[in-house]
């Protein structure tokens, strides 16, 4: 079981056009993430593609949201970035892609009603190349299982465990198949 309060809940939101290369990598890695994991009560993962202000019911009803993105950074394409708290929204505004200004715009609307969740974390890689070609760069691609892994990390930091499919379920974990999930809003 879940070492989390029964009525907290983690979104576990990728963000992304997945027709700009690894500006697609959060879309990716959640796909991975629910090929190897799965989603116990409690946790939601959505694919928000680049719909910005639309994810504020969303995020307003998670306690806890994990954005996993593109993050410009220092470090080779690929690099592992991760950004918590107060760190997260001059990050969007800055290091994000085209996308940011949906993002910064939904982050900002969060702020004015008074509704941030209890934890915001950043999770993503150093991206490539964000030109038009679906698909992940090979050095972000390769890296993808990694940021997979940060992301059940992440999770579990935060209180929730998401097991590996393959394994044996734990109590409490979900009885749906690890691709269940919302899509595009």
């Known amino acids: 079981m879940s070492a989390h309060d029964s009525s907290a809940s983690l979104l576990i939101l990728g963000l992304g056009n997945v027709l700009c ?3 697609g ?5 959640l796909e991975l993430l629910e090929r190897r994991h799965w989603t116990p009560e409690g946790v939601r993962v959505l694919d928000g593609g680049t719909l910005g202000l639309s994810l504020l019911t969303h995020i307003r009803a998670s306690d806890d949201v994990i954005i996993v993105d593109a993050i410009n950074g220092d470090g080779p394409p ?3 970035v991760r950004l918590d708290g107060d760190e997260v929204a001059p990050a969007v ?3 994000l892609s085209a996308h940011q200004v949906g993002v910064a715009d ?3 609307a969060l702020g004015m009603l ?3 969740p209890r934890r915001l974390v950043l999770l993503g890689l150093v ?3 964000l030109e038009l070609n679906y698909g992940c760069s090979p050095p972000v691609e390769e890296r993808l299982p990694e940021l997979v892994e940060e992301i059940v990390e992440e999770a ?4 929730y465990d998401l097991p590996p499919a393959g394994g044996e379920r734990r109590p409490g974990s979900a009885t749906r198949s690890p691709a269940a999930r919302t899509r595009g809003v």
């Open 114 to 116: 008074d509704a941030y």
């Open 25 to 29: 990598l959060g879309v990716a890695a």
């Open 78 to 80: 690929g690099t592992f």
């Open 156 to 159: 579990r930091r935060l209180g």
């Open 106 to 108: 939904l982050l900002d």
């Open 127 to 129: 991206p490539a190349s």
């Open 93 to 95: 505004r800055s290091r």
């Open 21 to 23: 290369s690894d500006d």
